[in-house]
């Protein structure tokens, strides 16, 4: 217990320590005159931003309307995601199926769905849950038929030879001994998912981080552009380090 907490000690001072190198290059890069503030703003000026932007609240609102996006297009996504990854991985035929139509679809960036969502769903919030949708679904996808894929064949003939109902096959052995790529999916898909709120916002949206963006770049605000990616990235980070920690409870072997 006393290594773990020496070790997790060590792993904190680390981390604050690049982040406090970082900027402090950073400020010395700002101070000899070496940045456009108008290019990259000094921390300083971002710290002011955020605290700016926190006060009036505007910050706050357009974070939560970005997590709320997410959530419903990410939970989407996972129930899809493993649902039909593990029948395709469990199904042979099935996976001849799919296989032509997943490999064609997969790599469209969302972005590039845009004409297509305002079309189907209009405005509205629907296709912007369906461009975050498309960001993380495929990854999951992926990563659970690979997980299903790569189960130990000796475990699967054991489990043949002790006449398993097809449930407990399923249930007690195939989606347990695939949950480390489950979980590797279920992340990267958040990551991606993330990554997709600024495409889903262009679409005509007056609210949200990606709105906060790109308003601000039209105005050349680049300190409110800073403000908003670093907002996405700590939210992101906060809600995969949530992931890793079900994860850990959830795979105790």
């Known amino acids: 217990m006393k290594k773990k907490a020496q070790a997790g000690f060590i792993y904190i001072i680390e981390y604050i320590g690049l982040i406090l190198v970082i900027l402090a290059c950073w400020i010395w890069?700002?101070?000899?005159?070496?940045?456009?503030?108008?290019?990259m703003p000094s921390?300083?000026?971002?710290?002011?931003?955020?605290?700016?932007?926190?006060?009036?609240?505007?910050?706050?609102?357009?974070?939560?309307?970005?997590?709320?996006?997410?959530?419903?297009g990410y939970g989407i996504a996972a129930v899809l995601g493993i649902i039909l990854g593990v029948l395709i991985g469990l199904f042979k035929h099935l996976d001849r199926v799919t296989q032509l139509l997943i490999q064609i679809i997969k790599p469209i960036p969302p972005i590039a769905w845009i004409p297509l969502v305002i079309l189907w769903f209009g405005i509205g919030e629907s296709g912007k849950i369906f461009l975050i949708f498309l960001g993380g679904f495929f990854t999951i996808l992926i990563n659970v038929i690979d997980g299903i894929r790569q189960v130990d064949v000796k475990l699967i003939e054991v489990s043949h030879v002790l006449e398993t109902p097809k449930w407990k096959h399923v249930f007690r052995l195939i989606i347990p001994a695939a949950a480390p790529n489950i979980f590797t999916g279920l992340r990267t898909g958040l990551t991606s998912c993330w990554m997709c709120?600024?495409?889903?916002?262009?679409?005509?949206?007056?609210?949200?981080?990606?709105?906060?963006?790109?308003?601000?770049?039209?105005?050349g605000n680049t300190d409110t552009v800073?403000?908003?990616m670093l907002m996405i990235g700590i939210i992101?980070?906060?809600?995969?380090s949530l992931l890793r920690l079900i994860e850990n409870r959830v795979i105790r072997w």
């Open 29 to 39: 890069m700002d101070k000899s005159g070496n940045l456009n503030p108008i290019i």
């Open 197 to 219: 709120v600024v495409a889903a916002e262009l679409v005509s949206s007056t609210t949200g981080l990606g709105y906060l963006i790109m308003n601000a770049r039209q105005f």
């Open 43 to 72: 921390p300083k000026k971002i710290w002011g931003t955020f605290c700016k932007l926190l006060g009036n609240g505007s910050l706050l609102i357009n974070a939560w309307i970005s997590v709320a996006r997410v959530l419903q």
């Open 226 to 228: 800073i403000v908003g």
């Open 236 to 240: 992101g980070k906060l809600m995969d």
